[in-house]
């Protein structure tokens, strides 16, 4: 149990474009949901915390209007890159908290999404 | 506020091999402790966790880690490593009674050679 799927693995976009990354909490109601990237050789830097039906809260430093978060169902959270330059690749990765029993901090992550702007 | 350092940023080991994985964390209240294993290209898989109740727990993957309040620390080992076990471990902490967002150590490349 506690599968989460994202979607795509793996893009290459233009510069200019934008790109939807989708996390899928496959059997479970995932209450919060959270967005990480990392960059290579580093660890996992938080970018926003997703809730659902509410407003996602950004981490100091993200730019809200560049990476558009909505958690629109209890099973689905999705991250819009909007016009992607170069310096925003980077692997991007979803996690989620069950939405039942003690919270304790435990995530379950998904596969990540390799994003690549020319 | 809660910190998590691991000290190694690599560490090299021979197959079948013990290795042990450090990580210290710091938090003014009580804490949960995970420790996180990510291959190539992959998100997170976790490897185990600390709660509450007996300090040594077992993981998947012969994996153990053991809780040291005194020390703050949460050391992984493994008595004998696999060319498998090639890969990125990050250790996490999130506080008891907080938001419960974990914070992760920056990670240790675990590279195990024939």
């Known amino acids: 149990g506690a599968v989460v799927s994202q979607h795509p693995s793996r893009v290459i976009c233009k510069s200019g474009t934008s790109v939807k990354i989708e996390c899928r909490s496959l059997?479970?109601?995932?209450?919060?949901m959270f967005w990480y990237r990392q960059f290579p050789k580093q660890s996992l830097m938080l970018m926003a915390t997703s809730n659902e039906g509410s407003k996602a809260t950004y981490e100091q430093g993200v730019e809200k209007d560049k990476f558009l978060i909505n958690h629109a169902s209890l099973t689905l959270s999705t991250l819009t890159v909007t016009s992607a330059h170069p310096e925003d690749s980077s692997f991007y990765i979803c996690s989620a908290r069950l939405g039942r029993g003690p919270i304790t901090g435990e995530l379950f992550f998904g596969e990540g999404s390799r994003l690549t702007v020319l | 506020a809660q910190s998590v350092t691991q000290l190694d940023s690599q560490v090299p080991v021979f197959e079948e091999a013990p290795v042990e994985l450090r990580c210290n964390y710091s938090?003014?209240?009580?804490?949960?402790l995970f420790w996180y294993v990510q291959y190539p290209n992959q998100g997170l898989q976790l490897l185990l966790k600390?709660?509450?109740?007996?300090?040594l727990v077992k993981g998947i993957n012969g994996f153990e880690a053991e809780f040291n309040k005194s020390q703050t620390s949460f050391h992984l080992r493994k008595p004998s490593v696999h060319i498998s076990d090639t890969a990125e471990y990050f250790c996490a902490v999130s506080n008891s009674g907080g938001s419960y967002i974990p914070t992760f150590g920056r990670g240790t490349s675990l590279i195990v050679h024939p």
């Open positions: 600390y709660l509450s109740g007996s300090t």
């Open positions: 938090s003014s209240v009580s804490v949960y």
């Open positions: 059997d479970f109601q995932a209450t919060t």
